[in-house]
């Protein structure tokens, strides 16, 4: 069974840093593109970014409003996706979800962006 | 700022029929978007149902289908369930910015 896990969500003041890691598991996490997708509370879903694999030459490309604060990153070794979020804002206070391929999704980690 | 519209919300009898449809600010919607439809239920993550205008998973029950319709994308349900009740979501890919955009949610009551 494909499953993905996300850890690592939390309070953190506005300016702060924060980094999410998604654990995969049932799949070969090297053979997947992996994305990040965030819902602010009561709000719709949002696409935050997706890391290619390498052999498709590990880019990544992410949402406008994220893009130069967020970086996400792959282990492979470790099955493992990351998003590292620094100079975070109120606004991105948002369940975080990690999802492969846009077809298995976790079940989300809380952040919270509050001074 | 590219916008995915989407109908806010749709009210279907049980066992009766609804069409959700996705449209892009940037003109129409073809295959070349990839679009994908997502169910989510309160409380719950975001569970895949279309992808690729209309290829289903293995866990996409057989009354779901995706479609092109008119120049939007489109998700009909028959023989809708009383489970079926929840908001529904599409995702399209713009290849000329490498990103995706969700469009703005659709939620389906069955009633």
């Known amino acids: 069974e494909v499953q993905v896990v996300e850890s690592g969500g939390g309070l953190v003041k506005p300016g702060g840093s924060l980094r999410l890691s998604c654990a995969a598991s049932g799949i070969t996490f090297s053979n997947v593109w992996m994305s990040w997708v965030r819902q602010a509370p009561g709000k719709g879903l949002e696409w935050v970014g997706r890391?290619?694999?390498?052999?498709?030459?590990?880019?990544?490309d992410y949402a406008a409003p994220v893009r130069g604060r967020f970086t996400i990153s792959r282990d492979d070794s470790k099955n493992t996706l990351y998003l590292q979020m620094d100079s975070l804002k109120t606004e991105d206070t948002a369940v975080y979800y990690c999802?492969?391929?846009?077809?298995?999704w976790g079940q989300g980690t809380l952040v919270t962006v509050s001074s | 700022q590219t916008v995915v519209t989407q109908e806010p919300s749709l009210t279907v009898s049980p066992g009766g029929t609804v069409t959700l449809t996705c449209a892009s600010s940037t003109g129409a919607v073809t295959s070349g978007y990839y679009p994908n439809w997502f169910q989510q239920k309160p409380g719950q993550a975001p569970r895949a149902l279309i992808y690729n205008t209309s290829n289903k998973h293995s866990w996409t029950p057989a009354r779901f289908s995706g479609s092109l319709l008119g120049g939007k994308a489109a998700l009909t349900l028959s023989g809708v369930q009383p489970e079926d009740e929840a908001e529904y979501y599409c995702l399209l890919y713009y290849g000329g910015a490498q990103s995706y955009v969700f469009g703005t949610g659709t939620k389906v009551t069955v009633l």
């Open positions: 890391i290619k694999t390498k052999t498709d030459g590990g880019t990544t």
């Open positions: 999802t492969s391929q846009h077809s298995t």
